[in-house]
Nanobody, 121 residues
Framework: QVQLVESGGGLVQAGGSLRLSCTASGSFFRINDMGWYRQAPGKQRELVARITSRDITTYQDSVKGRFTISRDNAKNTVYLQMNSLKPEDTAVYYC???????????????WGQGTQVTVSS
């Protein structure tokens, strides 16, 4: 059973920083693209940042220059460093991975359980 487990959420004041981590466990051949999404109350889940297996990154416009996504393939982990946090960043953050169970298998999308980030003004 492949699992993605997030950690690092919490309560922080505006202007502060948090670092989220997401580690994949279980049996799989490879993790391709990975990403962080967030969902605020009453809103749809939205992409925050993505990173490919070749470390090409993309960001939502509202977090550019403040958030940094990175990955450590040896640890099967993706990170999201969040600086200069704003109250509007408050949401449940989910990690996402496109994973192959074998070299010939198609991508299978997996989601973590989510971690709450709350930014107070």
């Amino acid at each position: 059973q492949v699992q993605l487990v997030e950690s690092g959420g919490g309560l922080v004041q505006a202007g502060g920083s948090l670092r989220l981590s997401c580690t994949a466990s279980g049996s799989f051949f490879r993790i391709n693209d990975m990403g962080w999404y967030r969902q605020a109350p009453g809103k749809q889940r939205e992409l925050v940042a993505r990173i490919t297996s070749r470390d090409i990154t993309t960001y939502q416009d509202s977090v550019k220059g403040r958030f940094t996504i990175s990955r450590d393939n040896a640890k099967n982990t993706v990170y999201l460093q969040m600086n200069s946090l704003k109250p509007e960043d408050t949401a449940v953050y989910y990690c996402n991975g496109e994973m192959q169970t074998t070299s010939w298998a198609p991508n299978s999308v997996r989601w973590g359980q989510g971690t709450q980030v709350t930014v107070s003004s």
